[in-house]
């Protein structure tokens, strides 16, 4: 290969990443780039650090971590069955992204942001009004189970399906985070899919925030390496489900 | 005799139907504690918009004097019948209207005007939060 064409596929290259960054990754992501942001890569650990392992998680338990941010809850679950794939989904300002599917081995294992898009309801180590209804359960948000719910003003998410919209008010999908799962079924939180509204939930809940997590110094630090990731029935004090 | 009778029965009959219009109707004193709530939240933003912080001061003393009703169990009382079910979320949304309220004294305190008027707006926000879950909006 001459120089020029050397610098032919070099540009050709990047221009493709450009356009579509998730090819560097291969996991979820954005139909044009545009809805995914990719933070610093956090491995998945339990309470005492050590490394989560995806066929180890329960079966239609929420868990919570925090990322990207170190007062940002998102839920882990591990689903009953396999998700959809390549689910494309429409954000509140009407654009379209795709959701590419779950991991593990089966392709059961999701996470979301746990700030609701409507009115940003989120668990805290008081109470959650937020979280995943097993199968075995029912809720007054949607006429079947195996959803999340936000039981503030009961919209339902499809937890199968990149937590698109089943009902209520909320209008748009809660944002994906971006899992990778590695070889060895440990698994990495990478970025954030969707139109994310951290920069509310910060405004909002800021008395709330330095009450559990400090000063917004503190609160909007990006997690690194580790995200700690613990039942929500231990995250929170009371779990509240219609 | 008679007469001093029947007076006496009247008189004892009146005072019955006095005590009973004192026996408070929870969801009587709910709808008076929510009017207290509109003046108060009213009177923030009256305070708010005159650059009177002595007048904001005063909302929130009044706002924060209704949330005992919600606070408390016997807010299952004076919840409509096909929402009690939901009196945790009341429950939260008093003890975010007390957060906020709290730290609107905090900021004004701290001359930090801008994250009053914020403190301000979220307690709107929890409002009209809840009057969408409770009244079906």
């Given amino acids: 290969m001459d120089r020029r064409n050397f610098l032919k596929v070099v540009a050709a290259g990047a221009t493709v990443v450009a356009v579509s960054p998730s090819l560097i990754r291969g996991n979820l992501y954005a139909a044009d780039g545009t809805l995914y942001k990719g933070y610093e890569k956090a491995q998945l650990v339990d309470a005492a650090g050590k490394p989560i392992k995806a066929s180890a998680l329960e079966k239609e338990v929420t868990y919570i971590f925090n990322y990207p941010y170190a007062s940002t809850p998102c839920m882990l679950i591990n689903l009953p069955k396999p998700t959809s794939a390549e689910v494309e989904l429409v954000s509140e300002g009407g654009e379209k992204y795709v959701w590419k599917s779950g991991v593990g081995k089966e392709r059961t294992v999701v996470a979301y942001v746990a700030i609701c898009t409507h009115q940003l309801t989120h668990p805290t180590p008081n109470d959650s009004f937020i979280g995943y209804v097993p199968t075995n359960k029912k809720t007054m948000a949607y006429d079947k189970s195996g959803v999340i719910v936000c039981s503030s003003h009961l919209s339902a998410f499809d937890a199968g399906a990149g937590a698109k919209v089943l009902g209520g008010a909320a209008t748009q999908p809660l944002n994906a985070v971006v899992l990778e799962h590695a070889a060895d079924d440990t698994l990495w939180a990478v970025g954030i899919l969707g139109q994310d509204k951290f920069h509310d939930y910060f405004q909002a809940f800021r008395p709330e925030i330095k009450e559990f997590y400090g000063k917004p110094a503190e609160a909007k630090k990006l997690v690194s390496l580790s995200a700690k990731t613990v039942k929500l029935t231990e995250f929170s004090k009371e779990v509240i489900q219609y | 005799m008679k007469k001093t009778l029947a007076a006496l029965a009247l008189g004892t009959l009146l005072a019955g139907?006095?005590?009973?219009?004192?026996?408070?109707?929870?969801?009587?004193?709910?709808?008076?504690?929510?009017?207290?709530?509109?003046?108060?939240?009213?009177?923030?933003?009256?305070?708010?918009?005159?650059?009177?912080?002595?007048?904001?001061?005063?909302?929130?003393?009044?706002?924060?004097?209704?949330?005992?009703?919600?606070?408390?169990?016997?807010?299952?009382?004076?919840?409509?019948?096909?929402?009690?079910?939901?009196?945790?979320?009341?429950?939260?949304?008093?003890?975010?209207?007390r957060l906020y309220s709290d730290d609107l004294i905090a900021s004004i305190d701290a001359g930090r005007m801008d994250d009053a008027l914020e403190d301000y707006t979220q307690l709107l926000r929890q409002c009209t939060s809840c009057h969408i879950r409770i009244r079906n909006w």
């Fill in chain 2, 17 to 97: 139907s006095l005590g009973a219009t004192e026996t408070k109707d929870p969801r009587l004193e709910l709808m008076k504690e929510m009017r207290t709530m509109m003046d108060a939240m009213e009177q923030i933003q009256r305070g708010g918009l005159y650059s009177s912080t002595d007048e904001m001061k005063l909302g929130v003393k009044k706002l924060q004097g209704t949330l005992k009703s919600l606070e408390g169990e016997e807010v299952k009382v004076i919840l409509p019948k096909d929402q009690v079910y939901a009196y945790k979320f009341a429950q939260k949304t008093a003890h975010m209207l």
